[in-house]
């Protein structure tokens, strides 16, 4: 199997995770794909300065594209977006999307599902009333003390 | 200085996401027990893909360019670093979204009864 193969069935895997196994359905949420957004963003930056300096190199025959014999693979295009195969992409939101899911998911479980994050050092505390309960702060009572 | 390539860039991931746990107050170092339960599988399942992957031939990591700790003798220890770092910041950016922009994400306390708000 190639890197691209195991890449796409990897994602497809993990998408089944969240939905089914773990059912966090972090897919479904807005709040998953800015963070995801944002992760990709610094993936782009640190991997492709990994992979620009050829501290990754890979086997022609398991990419889309082709690692030079000699010098930085292309910034794009020859199957990679940033000086990385975008397989890397895949295995990147993969990682990612299995790592956020269980942590919601064990929060779902009461595993210190408090105290909730929030809110900014520049906005006063108390100011959000979002999630969570009225009141509710790391000492407090509540839910975040009984795990299962 | 080269040896020190790919431990700078991890180092760089860590710093780039862990301020936010002060300025946004993710609260997810604090809660390290959740945090290790969510990593360890991930972690698992990645560094053997990788290890796999470096021995079928894969990809390789150049050895000039990592301080030259190999776990098993295979996998370096910027690795297995990676595979904790990344993730990590993934927590990091999920709950530094939900500190600022309050979107719920799943995990919130059910509504109590008694205060009159049906979930």
Not at chain 2, 18 to 34: S, Y
Request: glycine share 10%.
């Amino acid at each position: 199997m190639t890197y691209t193969q195991i890449g796409i069935g990897v994602v497809l895997a993990t998408i089944a995770v969240d939905l089914l196994v773990l059912r966090t359905r972090l897919v479904t949420r807005k709040g998953f794909w800015v963070a995801y957004a944002i992760v990709l963003f610094f993936q782009l930056l640190t991997n492709g300065v990994l992979t620009w300096l050829q501290v990754f190199r890979y086997s022609d025959t398991v990419i889309v594209g082709s690692q030079p014999d000699a010098g930085p693979p292309p910034f794009i295009g020859n199957g990679r977006i940033a000086f990385q195969p975008f397989e890397d992409l895949m295995m990147g939101f993969s990682l990612c999307l299995l790592a956020m899911a269980l942590w919601v998911f064990w929060g779902r479980r009461g595993v210190q599902r408090t105290p909730m994050s929030g809110p900014p050092i520049w906005r006063r505390s108390g100011s959000r009333a979002a999630a969570g309960t009225p009141g509710a702060d790391p000492s407090g009572p509540g839910n975040g003390q009984s795990p299962t | 200085m080269e040896r020190l390539t790919y431990l700078g860039v991890l180092l760089f991931i860590f710093v780039g996401s862990a301020w936010l746990e002060i300025a946004l107050r993710t609260r997810v170092l604090r809660r390290w027990k959740r945090l290790l339960l969510a990593l360890a599988v991930p972690f698992t399942l990645f560094v053997i893909w990788d290890v796999w992957a470096i021995v079928t031939g894969h990809w390789s990591i150049d050895p000039d360019r990592t301080v030259g700790i190999e776990m098993f003798g295979i996998i370096p220890i910027e690795e297995l670093i990676f595979f904790v770092v990344v993730p990590l910041a993934s927590i990091l950016s999920l709950e530094a979204v939900r500190a600022v922009k309050g979107w719920p994400l799943g995990d919130e306390a059910p509504a109590p009864a008694a205060d009159g708000r049906a979930p």
